[in-house]
Antibody, heavy 120, light 107 residues
Framework: EVYLVESGGGLVQPGGSLRLSCAAS????????MTWVRQAPGKGLEWLSN????????YYADSVKGRFTISRDNSKNTLYLQMNSLRAEDTAVYYC?????????????WGQGTMVTVSS | DIQMTQSPSSLSASVGDRVTITCRAS??????LAWYQQKPGKVPKLLIY???TLQSGVPSRFSGSGSGTDFTLTISSLQPEDVATYYC?????????FGQGTKVEIK
């Protein structure tokens, strides 16, 4: 069975940094695109970033471009999101998700999410 | 960037009713569209991909249609367990934008 488990969330001050991890199991990790999506309290889903199976292609939402970096370690079956220059509006539950294809595709499996709170 | 507009933003219907949610893209996206269901306090779940392909394990009362710019999610007979917020998402090109969501309630 496919599992995605996020970790690394927590409370951080504005301007601070945090690295989220997403441990994957149950599928051939390096053949699927992976995605980060967030959901602010009481709000809708916001796509943040996508990375291809081999890590050679990455894409970002304008809201995080230049501040967040997506990466993956296929030897460890782990996806990452490095978040710098955090702002109050980055407060949200962050989900990782498995795509249906190597480069892109619908997000067919989601992790349980990890909460990030940006506050002084 | 291509914008995704969902309508309505919320609806209330009776058990057994046919429910239709629409999603419109500001430019053509072929069939690179997915629908997700998010029940209160739960993780989003993929219902439909490629505009009309039902994800494995999803009840057949859910269906999707459309291509280009106009898409529809239909629940043929609304059930109490279908209370949720539904989102469309385009994955034709970055950014993989979500619609703003449609909250479905039981009347």
């Amino acid at each position: 069975e496919v599992y995605l488990v996020e970790s690394g969330g927590g409370l951080v001050q504005p301007g601070g940094s945090l690295r989220l991890s997403c441990a994957a199991s149950g599928f051939t990790f390096n053949t699927y695109a992976m995605t980060w999506v967030r959901q602010a309290p009481g709000k809708g889903l916001e796509w943040l970033s996508n990375i291809s199976g081999g890590g050679d292609s990455t894409y970002y939402a304008d809201s995080v471009k230049g501040r967040f970096t997506i990466s993956r370690d296929n030897s460890k079956n782990t996806l990452y999101l490095q978040m710098n220059s955090l702002r109050a509006e980055d407060t949200a539950v962050y989900y990782c998700a498995k795509g249906r294809g190597y480069e892109r595709g619908a997000s067919e499996i989601w992790g349980q999410g990890t909460m990030v709170t940006v506050s002084s | 960037d291509i914008q995704m507009t969902q309508s309505p933003s919320s609806l209330s219907a009776s058990v057994g009713d046919r429910v239709t949610i629409t999603c419109r893209a500001s430019q053509a996206i072929s069939n690179f569209l997915a629908w997700y269901q998010q029940k209160p306090g739960k993780v989003p779940k993929l219902l439909i991909y490629a505009a009309s392909t039902l994800q494995s394990g999803v009840p057949s009362r859910f269906s999707g249609s459309g291509s280009g710019t106009d898409f529809t999610l239909t629940i043929s007979s609304l059930q109490p367990e279908d209370v949720a917020t539904y989102y469309c998402q385009k994955y034709y090109s970055a950014p993989w934008t979500f619609g703003q969501g449609t909250k479905v309630e039981i009347k």
